[in-house]
Nanobody
C-alpha cells in the first residue's frame, strides 16, 4: 500500500507563492507517474500538472502554465508543486495523485488534499 500526504497549503495574497509537497510512504516512487489535481468550491476536480517517472517530462493545465512547476525527488520520495503568481481563482483543495500501469492493471493512489486559499 502507498500513502500520499500533502502539505504546504495555506492562505496567501494574490501574487504570492506557495510550495506544496507530497510525501509518499509505503514504497519507492521511482516507477510511478505523479500529478496534482485541484477542486475548487462548486467545481469539478481538474488536472493541474503531471510528471513522468524520471521527471524528464511534465505537463500543465493551460490555466497554470508559466506559473506552476511540478518536480520530484525520488531519493526523498517526494513530489512538489511550486506555485507562483497565485490568483484568487487558484483557490482550491489540491490533491496529489500517483499512477502505475502494469499490463492492463492500473494502480492509483490519492492524497487527502491540502487547502490553498488566495485572497485578492
Amino acid at each position: 500500500q502507498m500513502t500520499l500526504v500533502e502539505s504546504g497549503g495555506g492562505l496567501v495574497q494574490a501574487g504570492g507563492s506557495l510550495r506544496l509537497s507530497c510525501v509518499v510512504s509505503g514504497r519507492p516512487i521511482n516507477n510511478y507517474a505523479f500529478g496534482w489535481f485541484r477542486r475548487a468550491p462548486g467545481k469539478e476536480r481538474e488536472f493541474v500538472a503531471g510528471i513522468n517517472r524520471n521527471g524528464g517530462e511534465t505537463g500543465y493545465a493551460d490555466s497554470v502554465k508559466g506559473r506552476f512547476t511540478i518536480s520530484r525527488d525520488n531519493a526523498r520520495n517526494t513530489v512538489y508543486l511550486q506555485m507562483n503568481s497565485l490568483k484568487p481563482e487558484d483557490t482550491a483543495v489540491y490533491y496529489c495523485y500517483a499512477r502505475l500501469v502494469r499490463a492492463i492493471t492500473w494502480y492509483i493512489y490519492w492524497g487527502q488534499g491540502t487547502q490553498v486559499t488566495v485572497s485578492s
